[in-house]
């Protein structure tokens, strides 16, 4: 997909926060640390060999060394783990969908355990790009989950998700912010 749809062109334009320089309200980064207002727009896709693992009710849902963090200001990462990874046995297509003016149009995944001992079903909890724009072309094969509906940890840490219930990424404690998604960050 060449030339991208008005939509993305439209959202695209209208961001002021560019990862060019750290506004004066966000925190400063200790040693080890990154601040999420140094991350670019357009987003950075980058590989990550850490350990990421996704439980569910205790069932392991992925476990790879291979994810791919998204950066983009303001955010904290989003980790996408590639299919080949993920049990995707537990993973049914949901209807709806979603627009990123970076990466494309998302298909949303419910995350189901049906063990009868731990039955649970998480509506919506994972989502992937299947025909992702040029530029995010990496994530195809991909599929992210919600630290809110998931149990999730990278390199042994567990993750906290992104405030606000919308957006996808993961707080560990290398990260500093504040993060988009809280009440009155949506211009963020």
């Not at 002021?16 to 670019?40: K, L, M």
């Not at 896709?45 to 996704?54: F, K």
Request: a negative charge.
């Amino acid at each position: 997909m060449s030339k991208l749809p008005t939509w993305a062109v439209l959202g695209r334009s209208g961001w002021s926060n560019t990862g060019a320089s750290r506004p004066p309200f966000a925190e400063v980064p200790g040693e080890g640390q990154e601040s999420v207002w140094d991350y670019p727009r357009p987003p950075a896709l980058v590989s990550d060999a850490r350990e990421v693992i996704v439980r569910l009710s205790g069932v392991e849902i992925a476990r790879t060394c291979e994810a791919i963090r998204v950066l983009e200001t303001s955010h904290p990462p989003t980790f996408y783990l590639p299919r080949r990874d993920v049990d995707m046995r537990r993973l049914r297509r949901a209807g709806g969908g979603s627009r990123c003016e970076w990466k494309g149009e998302a298909s949303y995944f419910d995350v189901v355990v049906d063990e009868p001992e731990s039955a649970v079903t998480r509506a919506r909890a994972a989502w992937s790009y299947e025909q992702p724009f040029d530029e995010a072309a990496v994530l195809a094969g991909h599929v992210a989950f919600y630290a809110s509906a998931v149990e999730a940890w990278v390199a042994g840490e567990r993750v906290k998700p992104q405030p606000g219930g919308f957006y996808g990424g993961w707080i560990t404690s290398e990260l500093t912010g504040p993060f988009k998604g809280s009440a009155g960050t949506g211009g963020y």
